[in-house]
């Protein structure tokens, strides 16, 4: 914002008041704000407010009565089929994998690693039909299912 | 001495950010969820702007969302023809809703138990979150015969709407102007003229202060009694697509096409969140606690 004086005063003040309108100080903040981790999704566990409200997704304890045995069951359950599904997922290391997804896409590709949240499959020789991709990563979402020899 | 707004840049988003929303006051502090045309939409504490998590899975633009009251639930519109609705603690996707088209945006009730959702298929669609797959809890309203309602009609679209549920007051934005209708009879209360095609405004929850934002990348705030306008804030490098007051109304956050939001003081000078008020003195003076004053880049 400038403030034009009338030109029969002294040409200096004009410098001042320009200075004294632009010198605000400005605010000062603590720090900027955090931005998002490259490799997760966040939602921090160990935060005090998922701790306190973590509505959990075993659906036996969704019930207002909570059989304790059936919650056991279905958390042995869970906890085995995790257990094999990252089994699996070793095991299918620099193997030669099918992959069937949606729009009836089979492409062939040998396997790499998984990301933690299983969203991306890093691959290699990705055999597609306009050519074979040296490294590719493939998204999870479009994976209806993928099949292999052990 | 009057002090210079200094607005806290919150960075993630990789395209243009079209929607924010509040929650209500919590224990746990307010939150706040931004919507981006880059799929993932975004929860972040909402005085500070930290990230809290994103929520994965729509496979297209996401251009509304919002949050409950008390932030347990999030709900969100995209490109992909469906609102999903997820457990804003945890981040897991609870509900799919599919659409006919492109849907727009969602809302709760006040009390969480329902969920409308509007979008390209001019359709405004009710559901009851308890028994969603049931058809008969699903209310179709079409556009123009809104029943029992009194219907508005504009020369320009609209492009934002807001609803204050304690003030009773509606918020629209069309062209470059914001009006204020009475909620119950739609009677319009007052309107202001912009300089800018405006994309979105808020009213302050104690009905001090409008902010607005559109085409022109300025923050435009008004004083809400006498229309006059108070400030104009440079600072984002696209136009703003929506701006939304906090539940306490110390400030008030802005997202743009350069895919970032903005979080800003209503009263410059006050101590709140990661704002600290610094006298000149201070920072020469020895403090333990390390202050930054801003680097010349980054000031409004």
Not at chain 1, 104 to 126: E, R, Y
Not at chain 2, 27 to 33: A, S, V
Not at chain 2, 46 to 63: E, P, Q, R, S
Not at chain 2, 215 to 234: A, N, Q, R, V, W
Request: proline share 5%; charged share 25%.
């Amino acid at each position: 914002m400038v403030i034009w004086r009338k030109c029969s005063e002294k040409p200096r003040y004009l410098v001042l008041d320009f200075l004294k309108v632009n010198m605000k100080t400005p605010m000062s903040v603590l720090r900027l704000p955090r931005g998002p981790e490259p490799n997760s999704r966040g939602f921090d566990p160990n935060s005090p407010r998922f701790i306190a409200l973590c509505a959990t997704s075993i659906s036996a304890s969704k019930e207002s009565e909570t059989d304790a045995a059936s919650l056991q069951t279905e958390q042995r359950a869970r906890s085995v089929m995790r257990e094999r599904f990252l089994r699996c997922l070793l095991s299918m290391a620099n193997k030669k994998i099918q992959f069937h997804m949606y729009e009836k896409v089979t492409v062939d590709a040998t396997f790499g690693a998984s990301d933690i949240d299983v969203l991306n499959f890093q691959v290699s020789d990705l055999q597609t039909p306009i050519g074979v991709q040296k490294e590719a990563l493939i998204r999870c979402q479009d994976v209806i299912s993928y099949s292999f020899d052990m | 001495m009057a002090m210079r707004q200094t607005p806290l840049t919150c960075s993630g988003h990789t395209r243009p950010v079209v929607d924010v929303a509040f929650s209500g006051i919590t224990p746990f502090g307010y939150f706040l969820i931004s919507a981006c045309k880059d799929g993932k939409p975004m929860l972040r504490q909402g005085d500070t702007g930290d990230w809290i998590g994103t929520f994965l899975g729509h496979k297209g633009a996401v251009w509304g969302a919002t949050l409950n009251t008390d932030a347990t639930k999030a709900a969100t519109a995209a490109a992909d023809f469906t609102a999903k609705v997820w457990d804003a603690v945890s981040g897991a996707e609870v509900l799919t809703l599919a659409h006919k088209h492109i849907v727009k945006s969602v809302n709760f009730t006040k009390d969480s138990n329902c969920l409308l959702t509007g979008g390209n298929d001019k359709l405004i669609r009710i559901y009851d979150l308890n028994a969603p797959d049931e058809d008969r809890s699903v209310r179709l309203w079409d556009r123009n015969t809104l029943e029992a309602v009194k219907t508005l009609s504009f020369d320009t679209s609209v492009s934002n709407m807001e609803y204050l549920a304690d003030g009773d007051v509606v918020l629209i934005t069309y062209g470059k102007t914001i009006a204020f209708y009475n909620a119950h009879s739609l009677d319009l209360i007052k309107t202001v003229d912009t300089p800018a095609n405006i994309h979105s405004a808020s009213l302050h929850p104690e009905k001090e202060f409008v902010v607005a934002g559109g085409d022109d990348f300025k923050i435009y705030k008004y004083d809400y009694g006498t229309m006059e306008e108070l400030e104009s804030y440079k600072g984002h490098f696209g136009p703003v697509h929506c701006v939304r007051f906090s539940p306490d109304g110390e400030l008030y956050a802005s997202g743009s096409e350069d895919g970032t939001l903005r979080l800003w003081q209503t009263a410059v000078g006050k101590t709140y969140g990661l704002w600290k008020c610094v006298l000149p003195e201070d920072l020469v003076s020895e403090n333990p606690e390390p202050l930054y004053p801003v680097p010349a880049e980054i000031k409004a």
